[in-house]
């Protein structure tokens, strides 16, 4: 796995460059039975993003296209709820 500038580890870098969502699922699918969704919130590696793909775009699809086996409510746990709950920001 890819060391991150401020030390920790970055998901998409380690997946590489020409990375598909298949590639992290496995990932992905174990954090989700380990902490649940509710635990857990997306996080970006931007501008680092750009060393494995073309564009912020091409990063948000592939991450939406990893999360599209959660429901409506567990993704909209994973895009904002828990960052919500979390650092308590107002909702809505």
């Keep these: 796995m890819d060391s991150h500038p401020r030390g920790g ?3 998409l870098t380690a997946a590489g460059h020409g990375w ?8 992905v699918a174990r954090a989700f ?6 635990r857990l919130m997306i996080g970006v590696d931007w501008p ?3 060393l494995v793909a073309d564009s912020y775009g091409d990063t948000r699809t592939g ?5 599209a086996q959660l429901t409506g409510e567990e993704r909209a ?10 650092f308590r920001l107002p909702s809505g």
């Design 48 to 50: 680092f993003s750009l």
């Design 20 to 27: 598909a969502p298949a590639d992290l699922q496995p990932a």
């Design 63 to 67: 991450t939406r296209a990893t999360l």
């Design 9 to 11: 580890h970055t998901g």
């Design 33 to 38: 039975e380990v902490f649940g969704v509710e």
């Design 77 to 86: 746990h994973v895009l904002g709820g828990t960052a919500t709950r979390t």
